[in-house]
């Protein structure tokens, strides 16, 4: 137990349907990451919050839609998927260094098995 | 082509035996960290070394890093079958002004260690 949970563990969705990931993370971190990970592929960073300010975004679709709330929840709004966006989505959680220029421990919840029809 | 690129892919050897995976990676580096990750489950971290150090040591782990070769490597000492599951060293990158933690995977060895 890492101290981050997903839901839902296991997802399957047409290509016209509309849902979320959701991740909560129970450590008091303040920056929040969505990473995908395909088969054969490394890990794909997608998004950073950091202090529920969103600083990265890496080219990804706009059918992928990230919100955060607050800093222990993100969420990833999905809408017109294609089959390749099958994969495991893993949400991560770290503590940003006040003065910035850190890089520390990222703490993964369990991902979302995803799989577009 | 990617930051942390780790070797061999895949690695087979019977429990009692040690296991060592090398990472080799591009840019200057903050610090360099080992993550596992067992079938289908998140990532957990295991252990990182910054920048400044050159060995460092958890439980059955031992890490090095090699600044000037850009490599690190990960030992597991005396394997066990519940060690079976992919490794993957992840790197964080000089302090040019991130201001956040991000980091660079790589595509990770998978260990099997067989009973």
């Known amino acids: 137990e890492t101290g981050v949970t997903q839901t839902p563990r296991h997802l399957v969705m047409g290509m016209t349907n509309k849902k979320s990931l959701k991740c909560e993370q129970h450590?008091?971190?303040?920056?929040m990451y969505w990473y995908k990970q395909s088969a054969k592929k490394p890990l794909e960073l997608m998004f950073v919050?950091?202090?529920?300010?969103?600083?990265e975004n890496n080219s990804v679709p706009s059918r992928f839609s990230p919100e955060c709330p607050n800093s222990s929840h993100l969420f990833l709004h999905l809408h017109t998927l294609q089959p390749e966006d099958s994969a495991l989505y893993l949400c991560?959680?770290?503590?940003?260094?006040?003065?910035?220029?850190?890089?520390?421990?990222?703490?993964f919840g369990p991902g979302t098995r995803l799989t577009v029809l | 082509s990617q930051q942390g690129e780790e070797d061999p892919q895949a690695l087979s050897i019977q429990e009692g035996e040690n296991a060592t995976m090398n990472c080799s990676y591009k840019?200057?580096?903050?610090?360099l960290q080992w993550y596992r990750q067992n079938s289908g489950r998140g990532l957990v971290h295991l252990i990182l070394i910054r920048s400044n150090e050159r060995e460092k040591h958890s439980g059955r782990l031992r890490v090095t890093l090699d600044t000037s070769k850009k490599s690190s490597s990960l030992l597991i000492t005396a394997s066990r079958a519940a060690d079976t599951a992919s490794y993957f060293c992840a790197t964080g990158p000089d302090a040019g002004g991130t201001s956040y933690g991000k980091l660079t995977f790589g595509q990770g060895t998978i260990l099997t260690v067989h009973p």
């Open positions: 450590l008091g971190h303040n920056a």
């Open positions: 991560a959680s770290s503590q940003r260094g006040v003065r910035g220029g850190r890089t520390d421990t990222q703490y």
């Open positions: 919050y950091s202090l529920e300010e969103r600083v």
């Open positions: 840019t200057s580096i903050n610090n």
